[in-house]
């Protein structure tokens, strides 16, 4: 079964840095999305992605966070200058296509800020 | 305000004994709710999509249901391997993708 694949399982970076977080979607997919969780909280919507550009973004996702795909396959979030704040889970999702279509989650980049 | 409501937060069955979580909304519009459930470490793992009220779905034990203002999951005789935590998330409004989560129920089955 086809499922959406994140790298690293986990990060460890030091405050201040930036980091780069990776995603291979489902294939045929076109619509992608990040979210994060932090620790003993909700899942929380950070961006999603369509046709290379923004479609939607929360509060959360402000200047110190990017998106981009960089080529056919990958689909990556960039937080720069990263606070201890950041330290959560990340997770990827796609789906075919917009509206109630569900949309499947990778298992996730668990970001340490030191 | 909360857009949703899980309860309880944790649930804790003897294998077989069936039980219902419940999953309240308060958005306008609803495009469509989804129930995932979520392993230690894993991401959310896609159960099923609900439309409009009076809807149902089921799979294996799992029934979902839906009504103006709640969605119910019912376990029917869970076993241990039903152990997870069940997320129910809402999207709501024409043009928007983004889903929002509930907290999740904590669902523990013993043998």
């Known amino acids: 079964e086809p499922e959406v694949t994140q790298t690293p399982s986990h990060q460890v970076t030091q405050m201040g840095q930036e980091v780069i977080l990776r995603c291979v979607p489902i294939s045929n997919h076109l619509y992608f999305y990040w979210y994060r969780q932090i620790l003993g909280q909700k899942v929380e919507f950070l961006v999603s992605?369509?046709?290379?550009?923004?479609?939607?973004k929360s509060e959360i996702f402000d200047d110190q966070f990017s998106v981009e795909r960089p080529d056919g396959s990958n689909f990556t979030l960039k937080i720069r200058s990263t606070k201890l704040e950041d330290s959560a889970m990340y997770f990827c999702?796609?789906?075919?296509?917009?509206?109630?279509?569900?949309?499947?989650f990778g298992d996730g980049t668990r970001l340490s800020i030191l | 305000e909360d857009q949703v409501t899980q309860s309880p937060e944790a649930l804790r069955l003897q294998e077989g004994e069936s039980s219902s979580l419940n999953c309240s909304y308060t958005v306008s519009g609803l495009r469509g709710l989804f129930w995932y459930r979520q392993d230690p470490g894993k991401g959310p793992e896609f159960l099923f999509t609900l439309y409009s009220a009076g809807e149902e779905k089921e799979k294996e034990r799992l029934k979902a249901t839906l009504t103006k203002k709640e969605s119910f999951l019912h376990i029917t005789a869970p076993k241990p391997e039903d152990s997870a935590t069940y997320l129910c998330?809402?999207?709501?409004?024409?043009?928007?993708?983004?889903?929002?989560f509930g907290t999740g129920t904590r669902l523990l089955v013993s043998p």
């Open positions: 998330a809402v999207q709501e409004g024409a043009g928007f993708q983004k889903l929002v």
């Open positions: 999702a796609s789906s075919e296509v917009q509206g109630h279509q569900p949309q499947h």
């Open positions: 992605f369509y046709n290379n550009e923004i479609s939607e």
